[in-house]
């Protein structure tokens, strides 16, 4: 990389290192993988950023070859950014939203009484403050029926992060292409578009993950049992019922 400020973590103790060498530095985590489009084009923004503010320090994190730095941050998506000042929490970021990346580098690049945090804490830094709630807000059984409603859109629905051309985390990857390389015609909800949707269908599906495969209105599981149904010949079986 280019520009001093600019690394590329290898290690939890390295990613340690690098923030714990100055406290009082800003830094900003880009968490990202190879196999997201969105992630190459914000990896061009963080360069051209780290040269505009050599004050700031920028770690690159593949997310998936470093998951207890991603399990830590509560990265569950890529790209995602973090904005830090020593265990401070200043500001999370996600997805391609370069104009809102450099809007937050330029107010955090301050000196710290300039900014406003929103955590701090010796511990990983928590979540920022949560949104405000929607004045109408949607009882349990309505969002159940609007969960039930979604599951039979199609005949085959994905429940995952992200789009099936630009999905957002390994499992909503894998599972876009397993069903493509079977010729499975399906469509799909990007959990990450819709909060309520997210916690609801967890709850309703008794599934704590994602991505959800649903057929015929019901679940069927997750990318380790979507593997198990294509390899046993299961999954053409229901389909073709």
């Known amino acids: 990389m280019s520009a001093q400020n600019l690394v590329e973590v290898t290690s939890p103790e390295h990613f340690q290192a690098l923030l714990n060498a100055d406290?009082?530095?800003?830094?900003?985590?880009?968490?990202?993988?190879?196999?997201?489009a969105p992630c190459t084009q914000m990896n061009e923004v963080v360069k051209e950023l780290a040269a505009k503010y050599p004050t700031v320090l920028f770690l690159q994190i593949e997310a998936e070859s470093l998951p207890d730095i991603s399990e830590t941050f509560e990265v569950e998506a890529v790209p995602s950014f973090v904005l830090l000042r020593g265990h401070t929490l200043l500001e999370r970021i996600s997805g391609a939203n370069a104009s809102a990346l450099a809007q937050s580098v330029a107010t955090h690049s301050r000196s710290p009484a300039a900014t406003t945090v929103q955590s701090r804490t010796n511990?990983?830094?928590?979540?920022?403050?949560?949104?405000?709630?929607q004045q109408a807000q949607e009882s349990e059984a309505e969002l159940n029926e609007?969960?039930?409603?979604?599951?039979?859109?199609?005949?085959?629905?994905?429940?995952?992060?992200?789009?099936?051309?630009?999905?957002?985390?390994?499992?909503?990857?894998?599972?876009?292409?397993?069903?493509?390389?079977?010729?499975?015609?399906?469509?799909?909800?990007?959990?990450?578009?819709d909060e309520a949707v997210r916690q609801g269908l967890k709850k309703l599906n008794d599934w704590p993950t994602?991505?959800?495969?649903?057929?015929?209105?019901?679940?069927?599981?997750?990318?380790?049992?979507?593997?198990?149904?294509?390899?046993?010949?299961?999954?053409?079986?229901?389909?073709?019922?």
């Open 210 to 241: 994602y991505p959800q495969i649903i057929v015929n209105g019901e679940l069927v599981g997750g990318l380790d049992i979507l593997k198990e149904m294509v390899s046993s010949g299961e999954l053409k079986e229901i389909l073709s019922g």
């Open 146 to 193: 609007r969960c039930r409603q979604i599951m039979n859109q199609s005949k085959v629905m994905v429940f995952m992060k992200g789009e099936p051309d630009a999905p957002r985390c390994g499992f909503s990857r894998q599972t876009v292409k397993l069903l493509r390389d079977e010729g499975v015609q399906f469509s799909h909800f990007d959990i990450l578009e």
């Open 123 to 133: 511990a990983a830094p928590a979540a920022p403050p949560a949104s405000i709630p």
């Open 23 to 36: 406290l009082s530095r800003p830094a900003v985590l880009n968490f990202w993988a190879p196999w997201a």
